[in-house]
Nanobody, 122 residues
């Protein structure tokens, strides 16, 4: 079993920055890919970014390319999502997920955190 806990969400003005963190515990996640997904009210959960267990492969949604950066520290079992130049449309609950296989499809991820809310005011 893998337990994931997100932190770092909050309220920020448009153009501002936030860094989200995903901490993993339980079964070792060193060989697991980690992804970030978000869900806005009334909308389906959507892919944001993902990183392979080695950190060599990264994927980003087109909507966040150039603004968000995903990184991981396997020694600390953490994955970070640095979010710059935030926009009101980035407002959502952000969830991290872990799975042996990296994917942009949320249904393929096995383990999920409870999420951390991000609100971007205009």
């Amino acid at each position: 079993q893998v337990h994931l806990v997100e932190s770092g969400g909050g309220l920020v003005q448009s153009g501002g920055s936030l860094t989200l963190s995903c901490a993993a515990s339980g079964r070792t996640v060193v060989n697991y890919a980690t992804g970030w997904f978000r869900q806005a009210p009334g909308k389906e959960r959507e892919f944001v970014a993902a990183i392979s267990w080695s950190g060599e492969i990264m994927h980003y949604a087109d909507s966040v390319k150039g603004r968000f950066t995903i990184s991981r520290d396997n020694a600390k079992n953490t994955v970070a999502l640095q979010m710059n130049n935030l926009k009101p449309e980035d407002t959502a609950v952000y969830h991290c997920a872990a799975d042996p296989v990296i994917s942009t499809r949320y249904r393929q991820w096995e383990y999920w955190g409870q999420g951390t809310p991000v609100t971007v005011s205009s």
